[in-house]
């Protein structure tokens, strides 16, 4: 298997066109290979709180890099869980709060995600958009057993319910229905992008996948143009975005995007040897002579029964009528 050599990424974060407080927060250290999303839940701000109190918790386990990556993954999303409990517990305003995150860790040989929630993590590779991470919600959970399409699930109207969050309840670090753990490749030739449900709502995969295949080498430059495809599409949440790229998957993306252009091309090429005509001009001409030989024809035509001659052509006698009797 090929090793990750060379990693370049970036995130963005903007509170959408609707809500006024961002409770969406997100971590990016290339060093390690550790890259974090939190979506806050809970209102009068503390959706907010949540988000920071798991990103400390998160960063504080997740930087000691000691122990297997899928144990400190889960050990630190249990921390992180347990503390924004014990600290809603401590004002009143604070009840309830919790989060949805997804994490994931870049190692050499192998990328190790931890997820809770309706965040999301997707890979990018070839042409491919795949998501890896499934939805804890009623609507994700029908989306991902292709019950209901991409789009019937981002209008769906429970479309925000989740069963599955951090720090709505107690939990141990074995818990076997609390925490997804995913173990898979990233080539130098892929992309993986992380995303709050701000962005997975409004704009469908494949648009996602377009954005950046054009924008491949430019990671900041893709955080930007997810979010403000967001937004344009009516930017109803917090939307945040964080994309890492390997080494080759822009010089990848760019030879996807010359084969569909040399494919296009193709297709609208005249046959070896032909002239190259446009099927306009080539038409043209033919109607125009075509339209000119009928209206000689109908001013020739007029013109003869016109001026036709007044005086009959004598017809032979065994032509003659026999005379009527009477």
């Known amino acids: 298997m090929q090793t990750i050599t060379t ?6 974060t903007d509170p959408g066109l609707k809500r006024q407080v961002n409770e969406d927060r997100f971590h990016i250290d290339v060093a390690r290979g550790l890259f974090v999303l939190v979506d806050g839940v809970g209102g009068q701000n503390a959706g907010g709180k949540a988000a920071d109190v798991a990103l400390t918790m998160l960063r504080a386990r997740l930087e000691r890099e000691t122990g297997p990556t899928a144990d400190r993954i889960r050990e630190a999303i249990t921390i992180a869980n347990n503390e924004i409990l014990r600290v809603a517990s401590s004002r009143h305003e604070w009840a309830g709060m919790a989060c949805v995150l997804t994490v994931a860790v870049v190692g050499e040989q192998v990328t190790t995600i931890g997820h809770v929630g309706d965040t999301r993590l997707y890979k990018l590779r070839g042409d491919v958009i795949e998501k890896i991470t ?14 209901i399409s991409e789009i019937e699930a981002m209008q769906h109207q429970r479309r925000n319910e989740v069963y599955r969050d951090v720090g709505s ?15 898979i490749s990233f080539e130098p030739d892929a992309a993986l992008l992380m995303c709050s449900d701000g962005l997975t709502d409004l704009v469908e995969s494949a648009t996602i996948n377009q954005i950046v295949t054009q924008l491949a080498g430019r990671p900041q430059e893709v955080a930007a143009a997810l979010i403000e495809a967001a937004n344009d599409a009516g930017g109803k949440d917090n939307v945040t975005v964080v994309y890492v790229e390997g080494e080759l998957f822009a010089a990848s993306r760019a030879r996807s995007r010359a084969s569909a252009a040399a494919r296009e091309t193709a297709i609208y090429a005249p046959p070896p040897g032909a002239t190259p005509r446009g099927p306009r001009a080539s038409a043209a001409p033919r109607v125009a002579r ?20 007044s005086w009959q052509i004598p017809l032979p006698s065994w032509l003659s009528p026999a005379p009527t009797a009477v």
């Open 7 to 12: 990693l370049t990424a970036a995130g963005d």
């Open 134 to 147: 499934r939805d804890h919600s009623p609507v994700g959970e029908r989306e991902d057993a292709n019950e």
């Open 169 to 183: 309840e107690p939990h141990e670090q074995t818990d076997p229905e609390f925490i997804d753990l995913y173990e």
């Open 290 to 309: 075509t339209a000119l030989v009928a209206l000689l024809a109908i001013v020739t035509t007029l013109a003869v029964i016109r001026w036709r001659p």
